[in-house]
C-alpha cells in the first residue's frame, strides 16, 4: 500500500475515513490468521482496531462487507494488471497469470478462500462496497477520476468475460458457450484449482482443469 502522504490534499474528514476503512481491513486479515471469519465477531475487530462500535458501522453496515471491500480493491488490481499484459498472450497464460495473483494475496488467503461463498450468495453485481476518491488514490493514484465509476462497477466476471471472448476468436476455445457462460466455468477453474491445491499440493490443478477448454 502507498502512505497516506498521498492523501496530503483531501479534507481531514476523508483521511480519517480512508485510515480507518483500511485499519479495519488489516485487523480482519490479522485476525484471519487465528480463525475463520465466521468466527470473528464485530467486538473482536472493535477491540483490536481500537474503535467503538460506532464507528464500525459507520464504515461497514455488516461484518461481510470487509470482505466486499477486498473484493472490491482486489479486482480493480486484477484489472490493472491485465491492462500490461502483450495481445499475443495465450489464453491459458492469463489464466496462469490470474492464478498466481490469487496466491500472491498471503495476507488475505482466506479472504480468497471465501470467494466461492461471496460468488453464490451475494455476487459481484450486488457489491454495495464502492471506493471515495480518497481511496482510489491511496490505493491506485494511476487511475484517472473521470475512471472511478468504471473501476467501482467492474467485477472478475467482467474481466473474465472479456478474456473470453478474446479467447474464443482466436480459437484458443471450442466450447459452444457464450462469455458470460465461459466466465462462469473460468470462475470455477480458478477457484477449483485453488481449493484442489490446497488439499494436494503436489499436484498444479490448474493444467487439469484447463484441458475443458479445447472439449
Not at 464504515?59 to 461481510?64: A, G
Not at 479486482?75 to 495465450?90: E, F, H, P, V, Y
Not at 473501476?151 to 471450442?174: P, R, S, V, W
Amino acid at each position: 500500500m502507498m502512505m497516506y502522504q498521498s492523501l496530503e490534499n483531501f479534507s481531514l474528514r476523508k483521511i480519517n475515513y480512508v485510515k480507518t476503512r483500511t485499519t479495519i481491513l488489516k485487523t480482519t486479515a490479522n485476525l484471519l490468521k487465528q480463525k475463520e471469519f465466521l468466527d470473528i465477531t464485530v467486538d473482536e475487530i472493535c477491540q483490536k482496531a481500537q474503535i467503538s462500535r460506532g464507528t464500525f458501522f459507520n464504515y461497514f453496515s455488516t461484518k461481510e462487507h470487509i470482505f466486499h471491500y477486498f473484493i472490491r480493491i482486489f479486482t480493480i488490481k486484477i484489472a490493472l494488471r491485465m491492462q500490461k499484459w502483450n495481445d499475443k498472450m495465450s489464453f491459458e497464460d492469463k489464466l496462469d497469470a490470474i492464478y498466481e495473483w490469487f496466491l500472491e494475496e498471503k495476507q488475505y488467503t482466506k479472504f480468497i478462500s471465501s470467494y466461492i461463498n461471496f460468488v453464490l450468495t451475494v455476487g459481484e453485481e450486488a457489491n454495495e462496497m464502492k471506493l471515495i476518491d480518497a481511496e482510489f488514490v491511496y490505493f491506485f493514484d494511476d487511475i484517472k477520476e473521470e475512471e472511478y465509476a468504471y473501476y467501482n462497477d467492474l467485477t472478475l466476471n467482467k474481466l473474465f468475460m472479456q478474456i473470453c471472448k478474446d479467447a474464443k476468436e482466436k480459437g484458443e476455445i471450442n466450447l459452444p458457450y457464450n462469455e458470460p457462460e465461459l466466465s462462469s466455468l473460468v470462475i470455477g477453474v480458478i477457484t477449483g484449482s485453488y481449493l484442489s491445491d490446497h488439499v494436494n499440493p503436489e499436484q498444479k490443478h490448474l493444467k487439469v482443469f484447463n484441458r475443458i477448454w479445447k472439449d
